[in-house]
């Protein structure tokens, strides 16, 4: 596989503003954080194609690791789909498979937006397939252990790693980004690079970035929508506080 640095943004809520700022800015792709995030379908429906329209890959991390979630995501033409909770190799299979058509999965077909409102063909069934990525995350000890195995699956496209609640999880507290936490982060990349399929990391520390970069990271998430926001805001407040605190004191008149 050759390999390509793609570059993303998290995006917490359905603001066309910042899905056209992310775009301007050559970001590569966007994740849909619909599980912690304040997305409805009705947002969903729209907000996809406009992010597409723009250039942006969309992956959308759906709500729980269900049919019904990962269907209305790919419905609504995502790229691509997240699906958290995975809880072992045995889950990994059970879930991903409605991800894609029998007889690979169990996805159900339905008409509309994915099949440009017209009907579907067997040609039409195989690129989906084919082009729709199924990325289940590693953020549970029993996906961890059976990273290998899922990687494995053909009804999985690449790996997600969740750090936060891999590190949680895992009995090592709150993620600071230790040794231990990015010992799990290669035993999700050897499983991948074994099977010929990306991983993706949400890298929003220099350390991280290093770290991805070292790796030959495929998918590279760089900040999330709120913290990018807090950062700008804050920023500007303290270079105005800043100069407030050095500005000579006006003479007694």
Known sequence: MSHTLKQ???LSDGSSAIGEIVAGLGYDFVVLDIEHGSFDLSILERFIPLLKGLGLEVLSKVLVPERGAIQQ???FGSDGVIIPHIESVEHAKRITDFAKFPPLGSRSLAGGRTMS???YSDEWIAAQDRDIKVFPMVEDPGALR?????AALPTVDGIFIGPGDLAAMSGRGAYRQTEADFDDFRKVIA???ANDKPWVLPAWTTIEKEFAIAENADYVLLTMQHAAISEGYGNARALM???IAKAPVPAAS
Request: hydrophobic letters at 50%.
């Open 73 to 75: 995501a790919l419905d």
């Open 8 to 10: 993303g943004a998290w």
């Open 191 to 193: 499983a991948a690079r």
């Open 117 to 119: 409102y017209r009907g």
């Open 146 to 150: 059976d990273v290998e195995a899922i």
């Open 241 to 243: 506080d800043d100069l």
